[in-house]
Antibody
Framework: QLQLQESGPGLVKPSETLSLTCTVSGDSMTSGNYYWDWIRQSPGKGLEWIGNIYNSGTTYYNPSLKSRVAISLDSSKNQISLKMSSVTAADTAVYYC????????????WGQGTQVTVSS | EILMTQSPATLSVSPGERVTLSCRASQSVSRNVAWYQQKPGQAPRLLIYDRSTRATGIPARFSGSGSATDSTLTISSLQSEDFAVYYCQQYNDWPLYTFGQGTKLEIK
């Protein structure tokens, strides 16, 4: 059974870099034609796609966040990582990782999410 | 960016009722629409993809329909476990998929 688990600091100071990890268990991340997404949810902006990475390492980012975001894949650990720089209070949200089918491109497995608060 | 607008924001219904949730796209998204259910403290759960295909394990009381810009999720007979927030999502504008703001189903 595929499971995704996000982890990382729950509190980040303004202007610093947010770093999260998503660990996948139950299958190898590189065994199929999947994308691995980061999505966040906040009361103000709802569900917002941040970006994703394919098992080849190719990445795609939301244009609105592209300048501040980097996603990477560590296949040896079955993990993906998210780094978001220069955070502000507007980046406070629950952050999810999810598996996306290549096509049709829906997300069929999600992690439970991790709350990140940006505050001094 | 394709905007997805859901209506209504909140719907008060009784168990056993039939309910229809709407989602309008700001431009054509073909059949590339999914619906998700989210309960408090949980991640979204996939219900429907390709506008009308039920995901694995989803009960037949959930169905999807619509056109290139207007999608509908119908729950034929509401069960107690169906009270939740429902989101539509378009993936036509790959990879930038966007979600609606959600419709909350609450008990009348």
């Amino acid at each position: 059974q595929l499971q995704l688990q996000e982890s990382g600091p729950g509190l980040v100071k303004p202007s610093e870099t947010l770093s999260l990890t998503c660990t996948v268990s139950g299958d190898s991340m590189t065994s199929g034609n999947y994308y691995w997404d980061w999505i966040r949810q906040s009361p103000g902006k709802g569900l917002e796609w941040i970006g994703n990475i394919y098992n080849s390492g190719t990445t795609y980012y939301n244009p609105s966040l592209k300048s501040r975001v980097a996603i990477s894949l560590d296949s040896s650990k079955n993990q993906i990582s998210l780094k978001m720089s220069s955070v502000t209070a507007a980046d406070t949200a629950v952050y999810y990782c999810a598996r996306r089918q290549q096509w049709p491109s829906y997300s069929d497995h999600w992690g439970q999410g991790t709350q990140v608060t940006v505050s001094s | 960016e394709i905007l997805m607008t859901q209506s209504p924001a909140t719907l008060s219904v009784s168990p056993g009722e039939r309910v229809t949730l709407s989602c309008r796209a700001s431009q054509s998204v073909s059949r590339n629409v999914a619906w998700y259910q989210q309960k408090p403290g949980q991640a979204p759960r996939l219900l429907i993809y390709d506008r009308s295909t039920r995901a694995t394990g989803i009960p037949a009381r959930f169905s999807g329909s619509g056109s290139a810009t207007d999608s509908t999720l119908t729950i034929s007979s509401l069960q107690s476990e169906d009270f939740a927030v429902y989101y539509c999502q378009q993936y036509n504008d790959w990879p930038l998929y966007t979600f609606g703001q959600g419709t909350k189903l609450e008990i009348k």
